[in-house]
């Protein structure tokens, strides 16, 4: 087996002290989760087999569709049947569909060009429960298995079925990493307590600002922007903070919504130093707030 990168002389997770906030991929808001025990590929596009499920994740990436390879911790269950997810994750539009296959050629019957536009294909019924995806991809990188494995345990326990191993999710810094979907909120650096925190309050519609990486989709300056105003407001609703425009090239300038008040963010991007020698060189930016402004008076209610 080939052994993924990472951090072994770093003692147990990452510590937390290196914010995480605005670090979500900005380039996912089509998703295609599909159940595949392993063992996994270094990148999901290298996948193998089975031949029709290999297609359709290089199919996904080709129309701009983020592919992750999904498994229940704990258990690898033959496939067939295959669970398979669709969803959206941009503003707005946000929404998931699912299905069990009895053969992965069935994956031939999903219209990746839909999901990648936000419209949803009819490929399977509406999900209305969150998927819980937590990175466990010690190929890509052991920090990843090392914490996110008993992490995935962990929330298992209380969550249920709503919990999947996955494939890379980005930010191998961050690790132990986890994805909510359908709207795309990335947490990181994150210990069971914070991650049951962080899934407890997603149920109830909320974020939790302490190990918030950010939304996916959304440009890393306009997540940095959010989070400051969410900091300053103590406004946690999904939906309920977002970045109008945004300005500039460091320091940026945004306009965020709030609710029935807008603010006017100044803030800058700045580079922190690795966390464990060379190994996770991913993410090495943060973002400071330099000023922060309410420009009318509307109540926050």
Request: hydrophobic share 40%; with cysteine; glycine share 12%.
């Amino acid at each position: 087996m080939t052994r993924g990168k990472g951090c072994d002389h770093c003692p147990g997770s990452h510590t937390g002290e290196r914010p995480a906030l605005a670090s979500a991929t900005a380039k996912a808001r089509g998703w295609l989760l599909l159940e595949h025990p392993g063992p996994w590929p270094e990148r999901v596009e290298q996948l193998i087999g089975p031949g029709p499920m290999a297609e359709t994740v290089r199919a996904a990436l080709a129309e701009g569709v983020r592919p992750q390879l999904i498994r229940r911790t704990g258990r690898r269950r033959a496939i067939p049947p295959l669970q398979v997810y669709a969803g959206f994750s941009q503003g707005g539009n946000v929404w998931m569909e699912g299905r069990e296959l009895a053969d992965p050629a069935e994956l031939a019957g999903l219209d990746l060009a839909a999901v990648a536009a936000g419209r949803r294909p009819g490929f399977g019924e509406p999900v209305t429960e969150p998927v819980f995806l937590v990175c466990t991809h010690g190929r890509r990188n052991v920090c990843c298995a090392r914490t996110g494995a008993p992490l995935a345990r962990g929330l298992a326990e209380r969550f249920g079925d709503l919990v999947w191993e996955t494939t890379h999710v980005g930010g191998d810094r961050y690790a132990a990493n986890m994805v909510c979907l359908p709207h795309g909120i990335y947490y990181g650096d994150l210990g069971l307590a914070a991650a049951l925190d962080a899934a407890g309050g997603y149920l109830r519609g909320e974020v939790a600002l302490a190990h918030l990486r950010g939304r996916a989709g959304v440009p890393e300056p306009a997540q940095a922007a959010e989070h400051f105003v969410r900091a300053h407001t103590g406004l946690l609703g999904v939906d309920a903070v977002t970045a109008r425009s945004v300005t500039g090239t460091s320091p940026y300038e945004a306009v965020v919504l709030a609710q029935n008040a807008r603010f006017r963010v100044v803030f800058e991007r700045v580079t922190q130093d690795d966390p464990c020698g060379t190994e996770c060189q991913e993410n090495l930016g943060t973002y400071i707030v330099r000023e922060l402004t309410l420009l009318n008076e509307a109540a926050l209610v």
